[in-house]
């Protein structure tokens, strides 16, 4: 089944003690994102991958790391966590073809995560 | 504030109804779709319409697209209770690799 899975999906945990939320997909896409979800702020992306190696800043970046070692991959680094980064967690992953933004994204189930 | 903006924010209907929103964007895009989230799940891909496109079709939903008022509008025929959810337009921006702008969203409530 196509899919993309994250772990942990619900996490509590206190402030400054790292953390890494696991993306995988298994569909072969080049493009992965991850997105937090804040109440009435919609979904704001976080950092973006299109493949292997190559990383980008969202909108979002700042108290965040990423790294893309293999294609299926994208984890998430929260190196010193805070309460601001309390959220909803997306990640998410897609086809990308050079010049055209004509794929849909599949997301994964989200991660809740809580910092005392 | 968010490249889309959907309207209203929240939309209460019986089922059998048809339901409407709308999205309004700044900048030109490449393509703009809308997505399906159920209570703090995923969110779920729905339709997808180009830039050059004014107006798609799947199932139960239309969406329309009008780049000259950069506006959209998702409606959902014969509306019912498993259609209720919060529905999202994002924009594909023209400079981005496949950077997707997200409004905050319309809680849509179908009561049975």
């Known amino acids: 089944e196509a899919q993309v899975t994250q772990n942990p999906r619900y996490l509590i945990t206190v402030t400054g003690k790292k953390l890494t939320v696991t993306c995988s997909q298994n569909m072969n896409h080049e493009y992965m994102s991850w997105y937090r979800q804040d109440p009435g702020l919609g979904l704001r992306q976080i950092y973006y991958?299109?493949?292997?190696?190559?990383?980008d800043k969202g909108d979002v970046p700042e108290g965040y790391k990423v790294s893309r070692k293999e294609k299926r991959n994208f984890p998430l680094i929260l190196e010193s966590p805070s309460p601001n980064q309390t959220s909803l967690y997306f990640c998410?992953?897609?086809?990308?073809?050079?010049?055209?933004?004509?794929?849909?994204?599949?997301f994964g189930p989200g991660t809740r995560l809580t910092v005392l | 504030s968010q490249q889309g903006e959907e309207d209203p924010q929240a939309l209460s209907i019986q089922e059998g109804e048809n339901a409407t929103m709308n999205c309004s964007y700044k900048?030109?895009?490449?393509?703009l779709q809308w997505y399906r989230q159920n209570s703090g799940r995923g969110l779920v891909h729905l339709i997808l319409i180009r830039s050059n496109e004014r107006e798609k079709h799947s199932g139960r939903l239309r969406v329309t697209l009008d780049t000259s008022k950069k506006s959209s509008s998702l409606l959902i025929t014969a509306s019912r209770a498993a259609d209720t959810a919060s529905y999202f337009c994002?924009?594909?921006?023209?400079?981005?690799?496949?950077?997707?702008?997200f409004g905050a969203g319309t809680i849509l409530r179908v009561k049975s």
């Open positions: 991958s299109m493949n292997v190696e190559v990383t």
């Open positions: 900048t030109s895009i490449n393509n």
């Open positions: 998410a992953s897609s086809l990308w073809t050079s010049g055209l933004t004509y794929n849909e994204q599949f």
């Open positions: 994002a924009t594909g921006l023209m400079e981005y690799g496949n950077k997707l702008v």
